[in-house]
């Protein structure tokens, strides 16, 4: 889709009134290309630990990011994770005029609370495990306003108002099985499941019509996407140390991307009633998830665990995906790098009289670059995280995790953009500053809870 926007209106969000819909997972002018914004993977303890989780592996957590991870989970047992977020964004954009001068600091925010995961594990021989999940992959959501008050425009019919939405999410459903095929190695593999509905809409109305000859009519489009395709995972596992003492994993994925080939209805209408309505399957389009590429460490032991992870993003060598924005503006996917860390501190999880002592306490921390450009500009994006996982049971996995994510994305720093008509304007970036809480069980673990008693 080409997004209509004035190229002194792109990435204007701030100027917009808060969306009220709460089942809204995103806020943020970003999303108005591509599959919005790219949630962090994994479970609540992995994104309170940065995210980190390639190389984990766990007998009493759900493994979300590598499909080898599912041949750790126990005989006779069962793993239930579930997850919840909210999240608070807020968007600061620096605006200027059309000489380029500095005119004013403008921001909204957003508050929200969303679902994150579901997640259940199981074996299903010795050293092969099934593993189910689903959980938001990418989200849309956005409401913006401008003006045009040109020369031209007033010469014609007064002034312009352009107004801007987007609604939508991109879920993922996986599901695969990992098999460790020999002592310290495990493989894996998972189908991946995307669908969802995406919806961006633009309007524009005369608000003051002083020439008062002719007609004037209000145009309204509204473009929807709908997802379904499937892509794949694979995954390796291997400790080159593996004791009772201490574990040393090495760990990587590969999830082949590509087009997500979406069927797109595009409908215009206008206060007079006529409408246009076009529907089509288009071969490729800007929807469309990344190959990407994860590798990462893991080291733990009973009272620590700390892992590195970096990601590459790979959104097509040759450049298909990239939009323009009204103007000339292009936006562009880009090839994406991220790095994470995370650590882990139980104090002594086999503790019987004090329970403090067998609360984990977690840090992490990642940065990397956002997988679009504007105008040729790349954006970064940085996340500090913290948390606490509070067992439920002594010895035994059932527990609640809890953490906090700090963050922001973009910059406050101007593109300089010339337009189809040559003329050069300074649009300003946006730069988001973002909260989020996490919430997550995991339940049964490692409790047994299907195995029948016997009784004497």
């Known amino acids: 889709m080409t997004v209509l926007v004035s190229a002194v209106g792109v990435l204007s969000a701030v100027e917009a009134q808060a969306q009220q819909d709460a089942s809204i997972n995103a806020y943020s002018p970003y999303t108005m290309y591509g599959i919005g914004e790219l949630g962090t993977h994994g479970n609540a303890v992995n994104r309170t630990m940065g995210g980190v989780g390639v190389a984990w592996r766990s007998s009493q957590m759900a493994s979300l990011l590598n499909p080898a991870g599912y041949s750790a989970t126990l005989r006779k047992s069962f793993i239930l994770d579930v997850g919840a977020e909210g999240y608070f964004l807020q968007n600061v954009q620096n605006k200027y005029d059309a000489e380029g001068n500095y005119l004013r600091r403008a921001k909204n925010a957003k508050n929200t609370v969303n679902f994150r995961e579901v997640a259940i594990q199981f074996p299903l021989a010795k050293g092969l495990g099934f593993g189910l999940s689903l959980a938001p992959y990418g989200s ?107 574990i040393l994993t090495l760990g990587a994925t590969y999830d082949y991307g590509g087009s997500l080939r979406p069927k797109i209805t595009k409908t215009i209408t206008t206060n007079a009633s006529t409408q246009v309505t076009v529907i089509n399957r288009e071969e490729s389009s800007e929807m469309a998830v ?4 994860n590798a990462g460490v893991m080291y733990q032991d009973a009272k620590f665990t700390t892992g590195f992870d970096y990601e590459y993003r790979n959104w097509g060598s040759d450049n298909n995906f990239s939009e323009r924005a009204y103007g000339g503006m292009e936006v562009k996917y880009e090839n994406t790098h991220t790095y994470k860390f995370g650590f882990e501190y139980t104090p002594n999880r086999f503790d019987v009289r004090n329970y403090m002592r067998r609360i984990s306490y977690r840090i992490g921390a990642r940065y990397g670059d956002y997988y679009q450009s504007f105008g040729g500009k790349r954006i970064d994006q940085w996340a500090v995280t913290a948390g606490f996982g509070f067992p439920l049971r002594f010895m035994g996995a059932t527990g609640i995790n809890v953490g906090v994510e700090v963050g922001g994305r973009g910059t406050l720093s101007p593109v300089q953009h010339t337009g189809d008509t040559g003329v050069v304007t300074k649009v300003g970036l946006i730069r988001q500053n973002y909260a989020k809480v996490t919430l997550g069980f995991s339940l049964f673990g490692e409790d047994y809870w299907f195995v029948r008693p016997k009784i004497d």
Request: aromatic share 14%; hydrophobic share 35%; net charge negative.
């Open 140 to 246: 849309v959501g956005y409401n913006m306003t401008s003006t045009e008050q040109s020369d031209d425009t007033w010469a014609e019919i007064g002034s312009v108002q352009y107004i801007y939405q987007g609604t939508g999410d991109l879920t993922e459903v996986k599901a695969g099985i990992g098999w460790e095929a020999f002592k310290g190695f495990s493989i894996g593999v998972a189908a991946k499941y995307y669908w969802g509905n995406i919806q961006r809409g633009y309007s524009a109305t005369a608000t003051n019509d002083y020439v008062g000859e002719g007609v004037t009519n209000t145009v309204a489009g509204l473009d929807s996407y709908a997802i379904s395709n499937f892509k794949f995972q694979v995954g390796v596992q291997y400790s080159v140390i593996k004791s009772e003492k201490r």
């Open 290 to 293: 990344p190959h990407t590429v």
